[in-house]
């Protein structure tokens, strides 16, 4: 067992994560810790490099700027279409996600934003795109 965390370490953690506006969006305390390795990946690569040469038992808060969150919102995500081109039998409300399959077979998660009786507006940014995060961090163990 490690001493502290390094690249490759299983760790398991407990955090909490909000915007700059005081919402948290996500909470891992008590129940159900983290789990995962550092350096795979799964995980955005500030909060990994955060994590580096913590011992287990440790509290840390971090900031992470949005480019280094969940990237900048970027304008040129949002595109209106045209009902038409969308299957009739498909029922969309305002503030809906739906999972969009790209010509190249990629699937994207876009949240529709407006609606007229003729247009669909989706937005396919990140909901946390252009937020900076802050994580409340208690590692639990090392691996």
Partial sequence: MSSVVKM???VK????AKTAD???FDSLTQMDPL????GDGQILTAFENALI???AGEKKIINLQSDDAFGPYVEELITTVDKSELPSNLEIE???QLQIQQPDGQI???KVI???DKDITFDANHPLAGKDIEFDIHLIEIK
């Fill in 13 to 16: 953690l407990h955090y909490k």
């Fill in 94 to 96: 305002k503030d809906q």
């Fill in 35 to 38: 789990v995962f390795t550092v």
């Fill in 114 to 116: 407006d609606m007229t």
């Fill in 108 to 110: 994207i998660l876009v």
């Fill in 22 to 24: 005081l919402l948290i």
């Fill in 8 to 10: 490759g370490d299983t």
């Fill in 53 to 55: 040469g913590m011992k």
